[in-house]
């Protein structure tokens, strides 16, 4: 019976590795966003612009995926060159000791059709942290632009709380909000 289920194994082990797609985003319609309240009363927005995303999944409606996120620190943007410099700096990022944040899930649950609790280790700076966000697969479609090549639409949305990975801890919650919000859309192609 050991040697029919070792068999069985090593017969059915690579299909399912065959059959994994893995996904990358279309730089030219994807973006990394973030949100923080200045002083109580304004939303100040923000994008990294230099990263890279890899979604393996098996499953058409990504139900299985698992999500690989690396951010450039250096590339933080909020359209204000002064401030960019100050969150680049040890302040904030630290960008010359800790210039790339990750992200890995490792774990994820369907909520409703096409929406899914996504759980993965957050590293940032030299902390690292389980944060759970909620990931949107928008639909898949046949690309008129790419030869009929299938794209997919996938949103990722939550929030972290920046103390917990002590960025910025010199500037308290009364001038810049704790609380960040991260938004993130993309189309992603099969590499």
């Known amino acids: 019976m050991k040697k029919i289920t070792a068999l069985l194994t090593f017969l059915i082990l690579p299909l399912t590795i065959i059959a994994q797609d893995t996904w990358v985003e279309d730089p030219a319609h994807s973006a990394l966003g973030f949100t923080v309240t200045h002083l109580g009363i304004a939303d100040v927005p923000g994008t990294f612009d230099d990263f890279d995303v ?14 690989e996120l690396t951010v450039q620190t250096a590339s933080v943007n909020t359209r204000v060159q002064d401030r960019d410099d100050h969150l680049r700096s040890d302040d904030f990022f630290h960008v010359e000791q800790y ?8 774990s994820i649950r369907e909520v409703e059709e096409g929406v899914y609790e ?54 308290p919650p009364p001038m810049i909000s704790n609380r960040v919000e991260i938004k993130a859309d993309g189309e992603f192609m099969i590499q």
């Open 54 to 67: 890899v979604i393996t999944a098996s499953e058409a409606d990504f139900s299985d995926a698992q999500v």
């Open 118 to 171: 996504l759980t993965g280790d957050l590293t940032l700076l030299e902390t690292t942290l389980e944060v759970t966000v909620t990931m949107v697969h928008r639909g898949t479609i046949e690309n008129p632009m790419a030869d009929g090549a299938p794209v997919a639409g996938i949103q990722i949305t939550g929030v972290i709380d920046r103390s917990d990975f002590n960025l910025g801890n010199g500037f």
């Open 99 to 106: 210039p790339e944040m990750t992200f890995k899930s490792h």
